[in-house]
Structure formats: structure tokens, C-alpha cells
């Protein structure tokens, strides 16, 4: 009985050990600093910056909750220097499909233009909060480079967005603010698939560029009215 209980234990214990191991092994994330564009009056939403590899290989799209007086800030900002498209957050550190899956009030500094290239911090320490999360996806290497232009298109009536669809390198990440006067486009769903061009994966013009777009066959116009984003070299 003695010898039963011992190893009882023995086994017990190395399963839980396993287990753990196995736990510890799923999620390779550590703790860093997640940049995201960040845009919008209307709704306020921010972008995740993402690379291909660990941890900043997620496409994420959110929609931010920030408190009255940083959203008069921020949305005063953008139309003070209708000039600078660009807006970015720089989060506290976390652990990034952590906070995804259990949200939690987060500190941002706020900067006009990119944080890490030459952006003006226009406010520090900002409490921001996950109200919506719009799009996540965790890039897989295994996955083919699409061959077509695709974008997810997000908004409301009053503002709409697209963002490139990115798969493997490689890509590039390009955010669009639009307008489309079609209200299927914008209704019932947090986001929708819609392709460019078939025949090419590239980016799409800018300001005044109408363009017709394909979302399950039928055919919508869009007008481009500013580029917010287009990256590159974090995505070779």
C-alpha cells in the first residue's frame, strides 16, 4: 500500500509537470511593446503594427474606448494638422494575445506621426481600454502569399476604413480611411473581406481614387480619400 501511494504521487506529479510543459510551450509570448496606428473621430481605432515573427506577428484591428477628455484631445489634434495622417500609441508592455483574450485598462503614450520614427508625443500616459476587437489573426509561416489585393473594410455611416489583408512575406500593412455610399458594406458585420485586384497582391492608390471593390461577387464603389499607413520593411 505504501509502495502504491508513492508512486501515485510519482505519477501525479510528472503528469502535472508534463502538462505544464506543454502549457508553457503553447504560448512562447513575452511581455512587449505593441505599437498600433490609432484613427478615427467618430469611433476611435488602432491597428496593430505587426511583424513575422514572435511577438508581433498578429494582424489585430480594435476598437479603443479613451476617456472624454483624450478623445477631445486627440480628435482636436487631427484636425488642427489635417497635414500628418499618421497617428500612433505606444502601449505599456504586455503580453499581446493575452490582453486580447482577457482586456484590461491599458497606459499609451499618444504620438502624431510613428513613435519610433521622429513622432511628436502629444500626451503621455493615457488610459485606454479594448471596446471591440474588430479583426485577430495570428500569422502562420505555413500559409501561402495571397496573389490578390484583399482589404478588410470596417467603420460605421459616418467614417469608413480599410486595411490590407496581410498573409505571408512579402507583404505590406496599408490602412486607408474611404467612403462608400453603400450601407451593405457597413452594416451587420464588424468586418468585411473585399478584393481589389485578382490578378496582383500590391497596394492601392490614394486621396480621390475611385474604386470598385468584390465581396462575394457583387461589386461596390469606394472612394479613397487619405493613405494612413503603408509599411513595408517590417514586413520582408
Same mark, same amino acid.
Given at each position: 500500500?505504501?509502495?502504491?501511494?508513492?508512486?501515485?504521487?510519482?505519477?501525479?506529479?510528472?503528469?502535472?509537470?508534463?502538462?505544464?510543459?506543454?502549457?508553457?510551450?503553447?504560448?512562447?509570448?513575452?511581455?512587449?511593446?505593441?505599437?498600433?496606428?490609432?484613427?478615427?473621430? &467618430?469611433?476611435?481605432?488602432?491597428?496593430?503594427?505587426?511583424?513575422?515573427?514572435?511577438?508581433?506577428?498578429?494582424?489585430?484591428?480594435?476598437?479603443?474606448?479613451?476617456?472624454?477628455?483624450?478623445?477631445?484631445?486627440?480628435?482636436?489634434?487631427? &484636425?488642427?494638422?489635417? &497635414?500628418?495622417?499618421?497617428?500612433?500609441?505606444?502601449?505599456?508592455?504586455?503580453?499581446?494575445?493575452?490582453?486580447?483574450?482577457?482586456?484590461?485598462?491599458?497606459?499609451?503614450?499618444?504620438?502624431?506621426?510613428?513613435?519610433?520614427?521622429?513622432?511628436?508625443?502629444?500626451?503621455?500616459?493615457?488610459?485606454?481600454?479594448?471596446?471591440?476587437?474588430?479583426?485577430?489573426?495570428?500569422?502562420?509561416?505555413?500559409?501561402?502569399?495571397?496573389?490578390?489585393?484583399?482589404?478588410?473594410?470596417?467603420?460605421?455611416?459616418? &467614417?469608413?476604413?480599410?486595411?490590407?489583408?496581410?498573409?505571408?512575406?512579402?507583404?505590406?500593412?496599408?490602412?486607408?480611411?474611404?467612403?462608400?455610399?453603400?450601407?451593405?458594406?457597413?452594416?451587420?458585420?464588424?468586418?468585411?473581406?473585399?478584393?481589389?485586384?485578382?490578378?496582383?497582391?500590391?497596394?492601392?492608390?490614394?486621396?480621390?481614387?475611385?474604386?470598385?471593390?468584390?465581396?462575394?461577387?457583387?461589386?461596390?464603389?469606394?472612394?479613397?480619400?487619405?493613405?494612413?499607413?503603408?509599411?513595408?520593411?517590417?514586413?520582408?
Amino acid at each position: 500500500m505504501k509502495f502504491y501511494s508513492i508512486s501515485f504521487v510519482f505519477f501525479f506529479f510528472m503528469t502535472l509537470a508534463s502538462a505544464q510543459h506543454q502549457h508553457n510551450s503553447a504560448n512562447t509570448d513575452v511581455p512587449s511593446t505593441h505599437g498600433m496606428l490609432i484613427f478615427g473621430k &467618430e469611433k476611435i481605432y488602432a491597428s496593430h503594427l505587426p511583424m513575422f515573427h514572435s511577438p508581433h506577428d498578429y494582424q489585430i484591428i480594435l476598437e479603443l474606448e479613451l476617456d472624454n477628455n483624450a478623445k477631445k484631445l486627440f480628435i482636436a489634434d487631427q &484636425e488642427n494638422n489635417s &497635414e500628418y495622417n499618421t497617428y500612433m500609441i505606444e502601449p505599456e508592455t504586455f503580453i499581446l494575445p493575452d490582453m486580447i483574450q482577457n482586456p484590461r485598462p491599458f497606459k499609451v503614450n499618444l504620438y502624431r506621426g510613428h513613435f519610433e520614427r521622429g513622432g511628436k508625443k502629444i500626451a503621455s500616459d493615457i488610459v485606454v481600454s479594448i471596446k471591440q476587437v474588430i479583426f485577430y489573426k495570428k500569422f502562420n509561416a505555413a500559409e501561402a502569399r495571397s496573389g490578390t489585393t484583399n482589404f478588410i473594410f470596417f467603420g460605421n455611416t459616418k &467614417e469608413q476604413f480599410m486595411a490590407h489583408q496581410i498573409t505571408n512575406k512579402p507583404d505590406f500593412d496599408q490602412i486607408l480611411q474611404v467612403k462608400t455610399a453603400s450601407d451593405a458594406l457597413v452594416k451587420n458585420d464588424k468586418y468585411k473581406v473585399i478584393n481589389v485586384n485578382k490578378s496582383e497582391n500590391s497596394p492601392i492608390g490614394v486621396a480621390g481614387n475611385d474604386i470598385q471593390v468584390d465581396v462575394n461577387g457583387i461589386n461596390y464603389a469606394i472612394t479613397v480619400l487619405k493613405q494612413l499607413y503603408l509599411e513595408f520593411d517590417d514586413l520582408k
